[in-house]
């Protein structure tokens, strides 16, 4: 099936650091979503790209749409305690579903 | 608004009986709602689509009659899992797509089979 490579599969940094990490695919996809999941808990939307090339930020989050439409970007400023998670790229294959990618695990060390 | 609520939270259940977990829209109808499970250090995994009224869709591979689900409200799925076994433990989320807010996961359940 299809399948969205994240990279990388973990990070470990210390608070203040920017974090980068990218979600490719073998297919293009009109839509890319960004999820991020704190332990013991449900997906929660960071952010949505529609169009290829696209930048949107959401705070200290800034996300991009590859133009290639096979791949996107997240990266996050200034890394803060809270931003500690499993980080999730998803495409929507045009009938609802939503497929995941196989996720950055963030780890912030003291 | 858009809230998925999902219940129960935790659950501990022994080898061979039957478990529920329940998903409701609480400010939203939704026609559609989506079962994923996730495993330790995993991705999250679509088993099935729920459909108000009509029978649910499963992914290739998962038993529908062994992870049963009833969408009889527009506001309430439900998945049974059914003879549960230890390899049945895992995450279990819920979901709906809700216009102008895409989709909303449920806070999930975590299923241990003993």
């Known amino acids: 099936g299809q399948q969205l490579n994240q990279s990388p599969q973990s990070m470990f940094i210390q608070e203040g650091e920017d974090v980068s990490m990218n979600c490719t695919s073998s297919?293009?996809?009109?839509?890319w979503l960004w999820y991020k999941q704190d332990p013991g808990e449900g997906p929660v939307l960071l952010i949505a790209?529609?169009?290829?090339?696209e930048l949107t930020s959401n705070g200290r989050l800034t996300a991009q749409f590859g133009t290639t439409r096979k791949d996107s970007f997240l990266n996050i400023s200034a890394s803060i305690p809270s931003d500690v998670g499993i980080y999730f790229c998803?495409?929507?294959?045009?009938?609802?579903?939503?497929?995941f990618g196989t996720g950055t695990r963030l780890t912030i060390i003291p | 608004g858009a809230v998925v609520s999902q219940h129960p939270s935790r659950v501990i259940c022994k080898s061979g009986t039957s478990v529920k977990i329940e998903c409701r829209s609480l400010d939203f109808q939704a026609t559609t709602m989506f079962w994923y499970r996730q495993f330790p250090k995993q991705s999250l995994m679509l088993m099935a689509t729920?459909?108000?009224?009509?029978?649910?869709?499963?992914e290739q591979g998962v038993e529908k009659d062994k992870f049963l689900i009833n969408h009889a409200s527009l506001t309430l799925s439900t998945l049974t899992v059914t003879s549960a076994h230890p390899e049945d433990s895992s995450f279990y989320i819920c979901?709906?797509?809700?216009?102008?807010?895409?989709?909303?996961f449920g806070s999930g359940t975590r299923l241990t089979v003993v």
């Open positions: 790209l529609y169009k290829a090339g």
């Open positions: 979901s709906a797509s809700v216009s102008n807010y895409g989709y909303t």
């Open positions: 998803a495409v929507n294959f045009g009938n609802e579903k939503l497929t």
């Open positions: 729920s459909n108000e009224g009509s029978k649910a869709t499963y």
């Open positions: 297919s293009i996809f009109n839509t």
